[in-house]
């Protein structure tokens, strides 16, 4: 059974990747946020009795299926009405979980305005490769890469077998390869 203390801890430190992933699915900032705070809320409301190894999937199947909802109802939605503004722009989040490498002088003493400049470039080019990937592979490769899943957790968190979450990832892999590539990024 998870502490207090335990889930709190948890929730503060997946919250920025969760968001980064449903901001990459919905494409809204509020929309995302919103996501991201129910599924927090549903976690803790009805899990937060779970042991704390177990928080992490399940934590991830709450927000996937938060996110499948959203496209339901915005479906639903967009059935019934006509949407008069379709036109929102995104936020920049300062603290961005791409930005695998922090700009520190003090750690870096190399570092020097046109390698960060290049670093945020990449990350800029990365970030647009990912979201343009299908919905399916994006959610794979963002489970086992970003979250750190294993192969059978992601499987259980998507809703699909094993196989399809290698197939969604080499499939993300090879896309996000050939994307970067064109744009002159090479491994």
């Known amino acids: 059974m998870a502490s207090r203390a335990e889930l709190s801890n948890f929730l503060a430190e997946v919250e920025r990747r969760a968001f980064k992933q449903a901001l990459f699915a919905v494409r809204n900032e509020d929309s995302a946020l919103d996501i991201v705070q129910d ?4 976690l803790a409301e009805k899990y937060g009795d779970k042991p704390a190894d177990e928080l992490p999937p399940i934590f991830q199947r709450i927000l996937q299926n938060a ?9 639903t939605k967009s059935e019934r009405f006509t949407s008069l503004s379709a036109l929102e722009g995104d936020g920049d989040d300062p603290s961005d979980p791409l930005e695998a490498i922090e700009l520190d002088e003090e750690s870096n003493p190399f570092a020097t305005p046109h390698a960060a400049l290049l670093q ?7 970030e647009e490769a990912l979201q343009n990937l299908p919905p399916r592979q994006r959610e794979a490769f963002l489970l086992r890469y970003w979250e750190g899943l294993d192969i059978a957790e992601t499987a259980a968190v998507m809703g699909c077998t094993e196989g399809s979450v290698k197939t969604h990832c080499s499939r993300a892999t090879h896309t996000l390869a050939v994307a970067l590539e064109s744009k002159g990024i090479r491994p």
Do not use: F, P
Not at 39 to 42: K, L, P, Q, T, V
Not at 67 to 75: A, E, M, N
Not at 120 to 126: P, R
């Open 120 to 126: 945020t470039e990449t990350l800029a080019l990365v």
């Open 39 to 42: 599924s927090m809320m549903r």
């Open 67 to 75: 996110i499948r909802d959203y496209y339901r109802r915005s479906r």
